[in-house]
Protein backbone atom coordinates (compact mmCIF):
# COMPACT_ATOMS: atom_id res chain seq x y z
CA UNK A 1 0.00 0.00 0.00
CA UNK A 2 1.21 3.64 -1.47
CA UNK A 3 1.32 5.72 2.05
CA UNK A 4 0.64 9.56 1.20
CA UNK A 5 2.05 12.14 3.72
CA UNK A 6 0.77 15.49 4.09
CA UNK A 7 2.21 18.76 5.35
CA UNK A 8 1.50 20.45 7.00
CA UNK A 9 -1.66 19.52 9.13
CA UNK A 10 -2.24 22.98 9.22
CA UNK A 11 -1.46 26.19 7.41
CA UNK A 12 -2.73 29.52 8.29
CA UNK A 13 -2.52 32.45 6.12
CA UNK A 14 -3.86 35.70 5.64
CA UNK A 15 -6.56 36.42 2.92
CA UNK A 16 -4.73 37.18 -0.48
CA UNK A 17 -1.52 35.25 0.37
CA UNK A 18 -0.21 32.50 -1.35
CA UNK A 19 -0.89 29.31 0.17
CA UNK A 20 1.92 26.14 -0.07
CA UNK A 21 0.91 22.58 0.23
CA UNK A 22 2.94 19.08 0.13
CA UNK A 23 2.29 15.72 -0.55
CA UNK A 24 4.44 13.03 -0.08
CA UNK A 25 4.47 8.81 -1.30
CA UNK A 26 6.30 6.47 -0.03
CA UNK A 27 6.87 5.25 -3.45
CA UNK A 28 6.38 6.82 -6.98
CA UNK A 29 3.14 7.38 -8.34
CA UNK A 30 3.88 9.12 -11.24
CA UNK A 31 1.84 11.61 -12.29
CA UNK A 32 -0.65 10.20 -10.92
CA UNK A 33 -2.03 12.60 -8.46
CA UNK A 34 -5.30 13.87 -7.50
CA UNK A 35 -5.86 16.60 -4.89
CA UNK A 36 -9.47 17.39 -3.72
CA UNK A 37 -10.81 20.64 -1.56
CA UNK A 38 -13.44 19.90 1.56
CA UNK A 39 -15.17 22.10 3.51
CA UNK A 40 -17.32 21.22 6.68
CA UNK A 41 -20.22 19.38 5.88
CA UNK A 42 -19.70 18.91 2.38
CA UNK A 43 -18.28 15.69 0.05
CA UNK A 44 -14.90 16.37 -1.29
CA UNK A 45 -14.51 18.08 -4.64
CA UNK A 46 -11.93 17.41 -7.38
CA UNK A 47 -9.22 20.02 -7.87
CA UNK A 48 -6.34 18.58 -9.69
CA UNK A 49 -5.45 15.58 -11.76
CA UNK A 50 -2.47 14.05 -13.23
CA UNK A 51 -0.50 16.30 -10.64
CA UNK A 52 -1.48 19.57 -12.64
CA UNK A 53 -4.55 19.90 -14.64
CA UNK A 54 -7.38 21.68 -13.26
CA UNK A 55 -10.85 20.36 -12.85
CA UNK A 56 -13.54 21.76 -14.78
CA UNK A 57 -14.61 24.89 -13.21
CA UNK A 58 -11.63 25.46 -10.83
CA UNK A 59 -10.15 28.52 -10.85
CA UNK A 60 -6.55 29.48 -12.32
CA UNK A 61 -5.42 30.90 -8.68
CA UNK A 62 -5.31 26.67 -8.10
CA UNK A 63 -1.90 25.23 -9.12
CA UNK A 64 -0.65 21.84 -9.09
CA UNK A 65 3.22 20.29 -9.05
CA UNK A 66 5.42 17.73 -9.20
CA UNK A 67 6.08 13.89 -10.18
CA UNK A 68 7.20 10.54 -8.53
CA UNK A 69 7.19 10.96 -5.16
CA UNK A 70 6.95 14.84 -3.99
CA UNK A 71 4.01 17.26 -5.03
CA UNK A 72 2.94 20.28 -4.16
CA UNK A 73 -0.19 22.32 -4.11
CA UNK A 74 -0.20 26.26 -4.10
CA UNK A 75 -3.50 28.35 -3.83
CA UNK A 76 -2.26 31.65 -5.01
CA UNK A 77 -4.25 35.38 -3.76
CA UNK A 78 -6.76 32.92 -1.31
CA UNK A 79 -10.16 33.98 -1.21
CA UNK A 80 -12.62 33.08 1.54
CA UNK A 81 -13.86 30.46 -0.07
CA UNK A 82 -10.37 28.55 -0.30
CA UNK A 83 -10.08 27.93 3.52
CA UNK A 84 -11.14 24.41 3.98
CA UNK A 85 -8.90 20.77 4.41
CA UNK A 86 -7.29 19.56 1.33
CA UNK A 87 -6.83 16.18 0.58
CA UNK A 88 -4.29 14.57 -1.87
CA UNK A 89 -4.25 10.90 -3.50
CA UNK A 90 -2.47 8.77 -5.38
CA UNK A 91 -4.33 6.83 -8.07
CA UNK A 92 -1.04 5.08 -9.31
CA UNK A 93 -0.68 1.58 -7.58
CA UNK A 94 -4.53 0.08 -6.44
CA UNK A 95 -6.02 -1.52 -4.41
CA UNK A 96 -6.07 0.24 -2.29
CA UNK A 97 -6.70 4.42 -3.59
CA UNK A 98 -4.67 5.98 -0.89
CA UNK A 99 -5.46 9.50 0.18
CA UNK A 100 -2.97 11.71 2.40
CA UNK A 101 -4.48 12.61 6.12
CA UNK A 102 -5.19 16.18 4.97
CA UNK A 103 -4.14 20.16 5.79
CA UNK A 104 -6.45 22.55 6.82
CA UNK A 105 -5.71 25.94 5.16
CA UNK A 106 -7.15 28.30 8.11
CA UNK A 107 -7.38 32.01 8.07
CA UNK A 108 -4.42 33.69 9.96
CA UNK B 1 -24.68 16.62 -14.90
CA UNK B 2 -24.43 13.51 -13.04
CA UNK B 3 -25.63 13.21 -9.39
CA UNK B 4 -25.12 10.90 -6.99
CA UNK B 5 -27.83 9.88 -4.48
CA UNK B 6 -26.98 7.73 -1.27
CA UNK B 7 -28.99 6.43 1.29
CA UNK B 8 -28.89 4.10 4.33
CA UNK B 9 -29.53 3.36 7.82
CA UNK B 10 -27.23 5.92 10.45
CA UNK B 11 -27.63 4.07 13.57
CA UNK B 12 -26.33 0.39 14.02
CA UNK B 13 -25.28 -1.79 17.15
CA UNK B 14 -22.07 -3.62 17.36
CA UNK B 15 -21.93 -6.56 15.00
CA UNK B 16 -24.97 -5.11 12.56
CA UNK B 17 -24.65 -4.98 8.83
CA UNK B 18 -24.15 -1.79 7.77
CA UNK B 19 -26.18 -0.93 4.11
CA UNK B 20 -25.98 1.94 1.84
CA UNK B 21 -27.05 2.06 -1.75
CA UNK B 22 -26.05 5.07 -4.32
CA UNK B 23 -28.26 5.91 -6.67
CA UNK B 24 -26.64 7.48 -10.24
CA UNK B 25 -28.77 10.16 -12.32
CA UNK B 26 -27.25 11.37 -15.77
CA UNK B 27 -23.91 10.21 -17.50
CA UNK B 28 -23.31 6.83 -18.35
CA UNK B 29 -23.00 4.41 -15.82
CA UNK B 30 -21.17 1.96 -18.10
CA UNK B 31 -17.74 4.03 -18.09
CA UNK B 32 -16.86 4.43 -14.26
CA UNK B 33 -16.25 2.10 -11.69
CA UNK B 34 -18.39 3.37 -8.48
CA UNK B 35 -17.00 3.57 -4.82
CA UNK B 36 -17.39 3.72 -1.49
CA UNK B 37 -15.24 5.80 0.29
CA UNK B 38 -15.50 6.46 4.12
CA UNK B 39 -14.29 9.47 6.65
CA UNK B 40 -14.25 8.87 10.41
CA UNK B 41 -15.58 12.09 12.52
CA UNK B 42 -12.48 14.51 12.10
CA UNK B 43 -10.04 12.14 10.28
CA UNK B 44 -9.20 11.24 6.94
CA UNK B 45 -10.70 9.17 3.55
CA UNK B 46 -10.42 5.93 3.43
CA UNK B 47 -11.26 4.15 0.00
CA UNK B 48 -13.01 1.02 1.10
CA UNK B 49 -14.17 -0.89 -2.13
CA UNK B 50 -15.49 -0.48 -6.23
CA UNK B 51 -17.60 -2.57 -8.28
CA UNK B 52 -18.27 -1.51 -12.44
CA UNK B 53 -21.56 -2.47 -14.74
CA UNK B 54 -20.28 -5.84 -15.05
CA UNK B 55 -19.53 -7.06 -11.78
CA UNK B 56 -15.79 -6.24 -11.53
CA UNK B 57 -14.99 -5.75 -7.90
CA UNK B 58 -11.78 -4.30 -6.07
CA UNK B 59 -11.76 -4.11 -2.02
CA UNK B 60 -9.68 -2.72 0.26
CA UNK B 61 -7.36 -5.71 1.49
CA UNK B 62 -7.72 -4.07 5.08
CA UNK B 63 -11.73 -4.31 4.79
CA UNK B 64 -12.29 -7.43 2.50
CA UNK B 65 -13.33 -9.57 4.94
CA UNK B 66 -16.18 -7.60 5.79
CA UNK B 67 -17.32 -5.89 2.63
CA UNK B 68 -19.68 -6.81 0.13
CA UNK B 69 -20.52 -4.27 -2.41
CA UNK B 70 -22.71 -4.89 -5.47
CA UNK B 71 -24.56 -3.34 -8.95
CA UNK B 72 -27.86 -3.33 -10.16
CA UNK B 73 -27.41 -2.45 -13.46
CA UNK B 74 -31.74 -1.84 -14.05
CA UNK B 75 -31.43 0.71 -11.75
CA UNK B 76 -28.17 2.71 -12.33
CA UNK B 77 -27.52 1.38 -8.32
CA UNK B 78 -24.81 0.03 -6.32
CA UNK B 79 -25.22 -0.85 -2.57
CA UNK B 80 -22.43 -1.45 0.11
CA UNK B 81 -22.43 -4.02 2.71
CA UNK B 82 -19.60 -3.93 5.89
CA UNK B 83 -20.68 -7.11 8.36
CA UNK B 84 -19.68 -7.08 12.10
CA UNK B 85 -19.23 -3.39 12.51
CA UNK B 86 -17.94 -2.16 15.57
CA UNK B 87 -17.44 1.39 16.94
CA UNK B 88 -14.30 1.97 15.06
CA UNK B 89 -16.72 1.67 11.48
CA UNK B 90 -18.39 5.53 12.40
CA UNK B 91 -18.03 7.52 9.94
CA UNK B 92 -19.50 9.60 6.99
CA UNK B 93 -19.58 7.15 3.80
CA UNK B 94 -19.32 8.41 0.37
CA UNK B 95 -20.18 6.82 -2.88
CA UNK B 96 -18.03 8.28 -5.87
CA UNK B 97 -17.16 7.53 -9.37
CA UNK B 98 -13.80 7.80 -11.02
CA UNK B 99 -13.17 6.61 -14.82
CA UNK B 100 -12.09 3.13 -16.02
CA UNK B 101 -8.44 3.21 -16.47
CA UNK B 102 -7.16 3.51 -19.53
CA UNK B 103 -3.77 1.57 -21.27
CA UNK B 104 -1.73 4.79 -19.92
CA UNK B 105 -3.22 5.74 -16.45
CA UNK B 106 -6.34 5.63 -14.21
CA UNK B 107 -8.34 8.41 -12.90
CA UNK B 108 -8.98 10.29 -9.98
CA UNK B 109 -13.14 10.27 -8.55
CA UNK B 110 -14.60 13.04 -10.03
CA UNK B 111 -18.25 12.95 -8.39
CA UNK B 112 -18.96 12.21 -4.92
CA UNK B 113 -22.31 11.30 -3.29
CA UNK B 114 -23.42 14.01 -0.31
CA UNK B 115 -22.72 11.43 2.34
CA UNK B 116 -24.39 9.55 4.80
CA UNK B 117 -22.73 9.78 8.90
CA UNK B 118 -23.07 5.95 10.13
CA UNK B 119 -23.10 5.34 13.82
CA UNK B 120 -22.40 2.60 15.40
CA UNK B 121 -23.52 2.64 18.84
CA UNK B 122 -24.81 -0.29 21.61
Known amino acids: EIVMTQSPATLSVSPGKRATLSCRAS??????LAWYQQKPGQAPRLLIYGASTRATGIPARFSGSGSGTEFTLTINSLQSEDFAVYYCQQYNNWPPWTFGQGTKVEIK | QVQLQQWGAGLLKPSETLSLTCAVYGGSFSDYYWSWIRQPPGKGLEWIGEINHSGSINYNPSLKSRVTVSVDTSKNQFSLNLSSVTAADTAVYYC????????????????WGQGTLVTVSS
Open chain 2, 96 to 111: ARREHCSTTTCYPFDS
Open chain 1, 27 to 32: QSVSSN
